[in-house]
């Protein structure tokens, strides 16, 4: 995956948020950024290890990191066109 070491351009906590509403904040940050942006997607709840990978590769964002620490999930996505 490629380095994040530049800060994103946006931030979405979703941390104490459970199914469906860390899918659905995501859907709606997406539609405010510009292709090419970098989200960070910070959540606490575990089936988003499976649901944003989906999200990405159903709407064609690429997924650059994914990472869990201590029961905290986080995704770095680059917006898609």
Do not use: N
Not at 1 to 23: K, N
Not at 49 to 55: A, G, L, T, V, Y
């Amino acid at each position: 995956m490629p380095q994040t070491h530049r800060p994103p351009t946006a931030i979405l906590d979703t941390r104490g948020l459970l199914c469906p509403e860390p899918v659905m904040m995501l859907h709606g940050k997406v539609r405010e950024l510009a292709s090419g942006d970098v989200l960070r997607v910070l959540a606490s709840d575990p089936s988003t290890r499976r649901d944003i990978p989906k999200f990405c590769h159903f709407l064609g964002h690429e997924l650059l990191k994914q990472s869990e620490q201590d029961g905290a999930f986080e995704y770095w996505l680059r917006i898609a066109q």
